[in-house]
C-alpha cells in the first residue's frame, strides 16, 4: 500500500512539472523590446485617482544611446478656462518635456522650466526590459503581446507591442511620495503610440532653446517701477502661514484654484485647511511663474528673486505671464520667491528684493465657515467653471465680513 501510494504521489507531481515547462516555454516569448531610436505619434491619458483625467496629443522623440527624449502634447484646457474659450487659441494647453541627459526642461504654453539638477537619467523605457510577459491581447484591433512590471511602493507598469515588436502602448499606475507636507500621489498615465518610426531627427534637439529655461524672460515695463501694493490670498494647512516659496492668487485666480480642486476631489488631501488674506507689496516687474510645491515650499523654475505671475493654471501664451487683458476672466497667481523676500527696513526695489508682506488681514477657516457653512464647494460645482461670479464674490465677502449672517466667516488665528 505504502509503494503504490508513492509512486502515485511521484507521478503527479512529474506531471505537474512538465505542464509547467510546457506553459512557460509557451508564454516566455522573449523580453519586452525597447527602441534604441524611436519617433512616434502619441496619445496621453493622464488621470489622478479619485480626481481629473484629461488627454491630450502629440509626438514622442527617443534617442536611448544619446539619452535624449522629447514628448509633446496638446489639449483643451477644458474647465480651467470660460467656455467662450473653448476652440480657441486661449483654450488650448500645451505641454513638453524635453530631457537631455540628467538636464530636464519642462515646457508649458511655451514657457520653459529647467528642473531640479537630478543624479538618474529618467529614461523613459528603462523598466520595460524587467517586465515579463503576461498575455496575448487587443489594442484598437490590434494584435499585442503585453509585459507587466511591479516595483514595490511605486507601481505597475504594462508594455504593449505587436508580435512584430512595434510599440502600441504603455501604461503605468503610480503611487509617489508627496512633497514634504502632501500626501503621496495616485497616478494613472497611459501613451498609446501610432505611426512609429524608429529613427530620430536631431534638429528636434539642437533647435530647443534652453536659455529660455535658464535664464527667463521678464515683462517689459520701465526700469526699477515703484512698488505696489496687492491683495494676495492663500490656501494653506493651519500650521504653516509663511508666504516664502509659495504660490498666491487674486480672488478670482484663488477661485479658479479652489473650485478645481473641489471639481476633483482634492481638497481634503491637500490639506487646506484654513485661508488666508495678506496686503503685499512689490515691485511690479513680473517675472516667470515658478511651481511652488510643499511645506515648506519647494519650487520649480530659475526666476528665483522676481514675483513670478501667470494667469490661473498657465493658460494663454506664456503662461499669461505679461497678458493683463484676461486676468479678469481666470484670474491670476503668483510666486514668491525666497531670494525676493525684503528683510526687515528694506522697500522692493530693483537690486534689493522683490516683495513684503505688509500685513496679514485675515485668516479664516476654509473647512468650518467657507467650505461648510457658507457652502463654496458647492456653488463651485453649479457654476463648473470660470469666471465664478457667484463663488468668487462668496470668497470676498468671506473676508470682507466677519458673520456668517452677512455670508462672511470670523478671524481665527492660524
Not at 138 to 161: K, M, Q
Not at 389 to 406: K, L
Request: aromatic share 10%.
Amino acid at each position: 500500500g505504502k509503494t503504490k501510494k508513492k509512486k502515485k504521489k511521484k507521478t503527479g507531481k512529474g506531471k505537474m512539472v512538465l505542464f509547467a515547462a510546457m506553459c512557460c516555454a509557451a508564454w516566455a516569448v522573449h523580453p519586452a523590446p525597447v527602441p534604441p531610436l524611436l519617433t512616434a505619434d502619441i496619445e496621453t491619458v493622464m488621470a489622478e485617482k479619485n480626481a481629473f483625467k484629461g488627454t491630450t496629443k502629440g509626438r514622442v522623440v527617443y534617442d536611448r544611446n544619446k539619452k535624449l527624449q522629447s514628448k509633446l502634447g496638446i489639449g483643451n484646457a477644458g474647465v480651467t478656462v470660460p467656455a467662450s474659450w473653448e476652440g480657441t487659441a486661449k483654450g488650448t494647453m500645451e505641454s513638453a518635456s524635453y530631457y537631455f541627459g540628467t538636464e530636464v526642461f519642462v515646457q508649458m504654453n511655451e514657457r520653459n522650466y529647467i528642473q531640479p539638477p537630478s543624479k538618474i537619467y529618467p529614461d523613459l523605457f528603462e523598466w520595460v526590459p524587467a517586465s515579463s510577459f503576461v498575455r496575448n491581447t487587443t489594442i484598437n484591433n490590434i494584435a499585442v503581446r503585453e509585459y507587466f512590471l511591479y516595483v514595490p511602493d511605486v507601481g505597475e507598469f504594462r508594455y504593449f507591442s505587436t508580435p512584430e515588436d512595434t510599440i502600441v502602448r504603455t501604461a503605468m499606475n503610480l503611487s509617489a511620495p508627496g512633497l514634504p507636507g502632501v500626501p503621496r500621489v495616485h497616478i494613472f498615465i497611459q501613451d498609446t503610440y501610432s505611426n512609429v518610426s524608429y529613427t530620430v531627427d536631431p534638429t528636434v534637439f539642437t533647435s530647443f532653446n534652453k536659455t529660455a529655461g535658464l535664464d527667463p524672460p521678464v515683462c517689459a515695463g520701465p526700469s526699477n517701477p515703484p512698488p505696489v501694493t496687492l491683495d494676495m490670498y492663500i490656501f494653506h494647512p493651519r500650521d504653516n502661514a509663511t508666504l516664502v516659496n509659495q504660490n498666491t492668487a487674486d480672488i478670482m485666480g484663488d477661485t479658479n484654484f479652489v473650485c478645481l480642486d473641489a471639481l476633483s476631489n482634492h481638497t481634503a488631501q491637500d490639506h487646506y485647511d484654513v485661508a488666508s488674506w495678506y496686503k503685499v507689496e512689490v515691485l511690479p516687474v513680473w517675472g516667470q511663474y515658478q511651481l511652488c510645491n510643499g511645506y515648506p515650499g519647494q519650487c520649480m523654475g530659475s526666476n528665483t528673486h522676481l514675483v513670478g505671475r501667470e494667469l490661473a493654471f498657465g493658460v494663454t501664451q506664456f503662461g499669461g505671464q505679461c497678458n493683463e487683458e484676461d486676468a479678469n476672466e481666470v484670474g491670476v497667481w503668483w510666486s514668491m520667491p525666497a531670494d525676493g523676500e525684503c528683510k526687515e527696513g528694506q522697500v522692493p526695489s530693483e537690486g534689493v528684493c522683490s516683495w513684503r508682506v505688509v500685513r496679514r488681514v485675515k485668516t479664516i477657516d476654509a473647512v468650518k465657515c467657507l467650505f461648510g457653512e457658507l457652502g463654496m464647494l458647492d456653488s463651485c460645482r453649479k457654476e463648473q467653471r470660470p469666471p465664478y461670479p457667484v463663488t468668487s464674490d462668496m470668497y470676498r465677502r468671506a473676508f470682507t465680513e466677519d458673520s456668517v449672517a452677512q455670508r462672511g466667516c470670523p478671524p481665527i488665528n492660524p
